[in-house]
């Protein structure tokens, strides 16, 4: 039973209800857990209890009120163990989430329920609800089916084991890759293998291994990804080789090995597709998607692929003469040789770039300031609520009339107990029915410097910080009625549209020359410099979307397994190389961006068989960038239009009919390979 002393017992008491991290505990997430479940199937059964026949209030509205403190119990969980978790949320998160899932069959699989559902819906077109409330009606029965309702009680009963297990499975994955990477950060024990490193970046080598207690060793940590940042910059082959080795085996053999984990998940994906009527796990994903079908996903991937590739090879040509004929062209040669020739094409390097990225002016002079010309918005940092973290940072949100939209948390800085990438997430979904404002969190990781020296940022840190915001954008201006339908619940395909299109701000002239300003001395970038940037900002690009399409291909083609075709552990390795090579992607100086041993994006659940989203999403952006831009780019009148057709809409209109209304056609995809100078060869 949960103790009245439970910070979660009651809603907080902060402004917005930001949750009161100083009175939280590990010990208290699983008591407050146990509540909101057992409080959550007693909302539900009185639904189903309710002797009235049922109506759009006294069902659908109901189901909206119910599971507020399991909400804002898992909201505050999630956000932690992965951003600030220890061996406690650990083992929470191992213990809950099978008790999760099951918990969220009980409702979904609850054929009283289901009936009343089934009932209105049958009788939509005599309710005379509004567009929004009948939005609700139709989604509703769109998840009751997708997650089983109408299954017998037999293939329930498996469906459940599938869940359960699966939820299970995935919390592995997504620990294992933590663990693994923490684990696998790469030991350096002489200052001369770091050649070619600023003072910045060896100062923040050196604090990784004084907090392992390594002083007067070097420690770097691995980011995600299957390169790693570090490697455009070390001198020593040796060494670039190492790290890239060390990032690759990642979760691959040994106590955190995911591979048998992953045989696993595909399996019972496909187990469970079939189960709800669909021949593979992808399938089943796209029905639900703007995308619509693999047969689509395939072919806007394999035509950037073409084009990407076509370009790589010609990149890597300029390279290979570099090298000279004594080396051949290696994963962990490609950066670092990339930005030799960055440098003599475009006459500047990265090391005279980052000290005018310095991150809190990026945040203010260019993250806000962009907000603030499009949207109007203002911001101010708030010191009183009560952080999870010394580094995180909470803003208030201000609409351009002065009234409050709601909390902005940044947490930007890498912890070996944090999880790898940039994300964003909520502690609070905008809701006009339960009278919440949005609280939503940007997630990054960039490497904390030594305690009294500057954030000094690369142009990728910047664009990530763009990125992230443009989904924070997305849950802050959202204007509906119903939580289902908030923010950044959409698509899986369009959510991250406002990401794709608030990160081409980064290469707005306008914008970089506010914001990009020395450390030291605040003087503006110089203007040849400035121009040189931009220039650059298409370069390499056959390389970073060959990775990134590669990855995609990787995760449809697991999704598109039966169940009998998945391969066994022994094969995981395997399966992917094959892959790469029968779609004519698979190039030996590329590798994907993230092997799938590591891919959080879909083992862990959230981009399963949907990680072509990010392409997608961009076909959108650019699209529609294209369009703003020839209507006068940055203006609050384009973001009046932007925020009123698309972000503020939240799941209550079809994002592609809502495109084609706003640009008058279908989306193309040349914008994207123009926007990222792919112009497929002849």
């Known amino acids: 039973m949960m103790s009245p002393d439970n910070p979660f017992f009651h809603p907080s008491a902060l402004p917005y209800q930001f949750p009161p991290f100083d009175r939280i505990r590990s010990t208290d997430f699983v008591p407050a857990y146990l509540a909101g479940i057992e409080q959550h199937r007693q909302e539900v059964q009185a639904i189903c209890a309710n002797p009235a026949p049922a109506t759009f209030d006294n069902t659908i509205v109901a189901l909206e009120r119910s599971g507020r403190l399991l909400d804002r119990v898992d909201s505050a969980f999630s956000n932690l163990s992965s951003s600030d978790g220890d061996a406690a949320m650990l083992q929470i998160e191992s213990e809950m989430a099978p008790r999760l899932a099951a918990h969220e069959d009980a409702i979904y699989l609850l054929p009283p329920l289901f009936a009343r559902i089934e009932q209105l819906y049958a009788h939509r077109g005599q309710l005379k609800l509004d567009a929004e409330s009948l939005q609700l009606l139709e989604r509703y029965r769109v998840q009751f089916v997708r997650a089983g309702a109408l299954l017998s009680e037999r293939d329930k009963s498996r469906l459940r084991e599938l869940n359960s297990r699966l939820s299970t499975l995935t919390t592995q994955f997504r620990q294992n890759v933590l663990r693994s990477s923490r684990d696998s950060a790469v030991l350096i024990d002489d200052e001369a293998q770091l050649d070619g490193l600023a003072p910045d970046e060896l100062a923040a080598a050196a604090a990784n291994?004084?907090?392992?207690?390594?002083?007067?060793?070097?420690?770097?940590?691995?980011?995600?990804t299957t390169t790693q940042p570090l490697l455009s910059q070390l001198t020593r082959r040796d060494v670039r080789e190492r790290i890239f080795r060390v990032s690759t085996q990642r979760?691959?053999?040994g106590e955190a090995d995911n591979t048998g984990i992953i045989a696993e998940i595909v399996r019972l994906r496909a187990e469970r597709a079939r189960l709800l009527g669909c021949p593979d796990h992808a399938t089943y994903v796209l029905k639900d998607e703007t995308a619509g079908s693999s047969a689509a996903v395939d072919a806007m991937l394999q035509r950037i692929a073409a084009a990407a590739l076509y370009y790589a090879r010609q990149q890597a040509a300029g390279i290979e003469q570099l090298i000279g004929a004594q080396s051949t062209l290696q994963p962990w040669d490609w950066d670092f040789y990339a930005a030799q020739v960055r440098k003599t094409k475009y006459d500047f390097d990265l090391s005279q770039v980052k000290p005018y990225f310095e991150l809190n002016r990026v945040l203010q002079d260019g993250v806000f300031f962009v907000a603030s010309e499009l949207f109007g918005l203002s911001f101010v940092e708030r010191h009183d609520l009560p952080a999870y973290h010394p580094?995180?940072?909470?803003?208030e949100v201000f609409e351009a009339d002065g009234s409050a939209l709601g909390l902005f948390v940044a947490d930007f800085y890498a912890r070996d107990n944090k999880q790898g990438g940039a994300w964003m997430n909520h502690f609070a979904v905008q809701s006009q029915l339960?009278?919440?404002?949005?609280?939503?969190?940007?997630?990054?990781?960039?490497?904390?410097?030594?305690?009294g020296a500057p954030s000094l940022l690369t142009f990728e840190d910047v664009t990530a910080m763009f990125h992230e915001?443009?989904?924070?954008?997305?849950?802050l201006l959202s204007n509906v009625c119903f939580p289902l339908l908030s923010g950044i619940r959409v698509p899986r395909d369009f959510v991250e549209f406002p990401s794709q299109y608030n990160e081409m701000w980064t290469r707005e002239p306008a914008v970089l020359a506010n914001f990009a300003r020395h450390y030291q001395t605040g003087a503006a970038m110089p203007t040849a410099l400035l121009e040189k940037v931009?220039?650059?900002q298409n370069f390499d690009q056959g390389h970073r979307t060959s990775e990134y399409v590669q990855s995609a291909i990787i995760d449809q083609a697991w999704h598109r397994l039966s169940a009998e075709q998945t391969p066994p552990a022994a094969e995981?390795?395997?399966f992917e190389a094959d892959i790469l090579r029968r779609r004519g992607v698979a190039y030996d100086p590329i590798p994907p961006r993230y092997h799938s041993w590591y891919f959080l994006h879909i083992f862990s659940g959230g981009y399963s068989a949907g990680y072509y989203a990010y392409i997608w999403s961009e076909v959108l952006?650019?699209?529609?960038g294209r369009w703003l831009h020839e209507r006068g780019g940055l203006t609050r009148a384009n973001g009046q239009c932007l925020r009123e057709k698309i972000l503020s809409r939240g799941r209550t209109v079809d994002p592609i009919r809502l495109f084609e209304d706003f640009y008058g056609g279908p989306p193309q995809i040349e914008p994207l390979l123009e926007y990222r100078g792919l112009v497929a060869p002849a």
């Open 209 to 224: 291994a004084a907090a392992r207690g390594l002083g007067g060793k070097w420690v770097i940590a691995l980011q995600n």
């Open 251 to 253: 979760a691959r053999g």
């Open 391 to 395: 580094d995180v940072r909470v803003f």
């Open 434 to 451: 339960l009278g919440r404002k949005p609280v939503v969190v940007n997630q990054l990781n960039i490497p904390k410097p030594a305690s």
């Open 469 to 475: 915001f443009g989904h924070a954008l997305h849950g």
């Open 534 to 536: 931009l220039a650059a």
């Open 572 to 574: 995981v390795v395997q």
């Open 621 to 624: 952006a650019r699209n529609v």
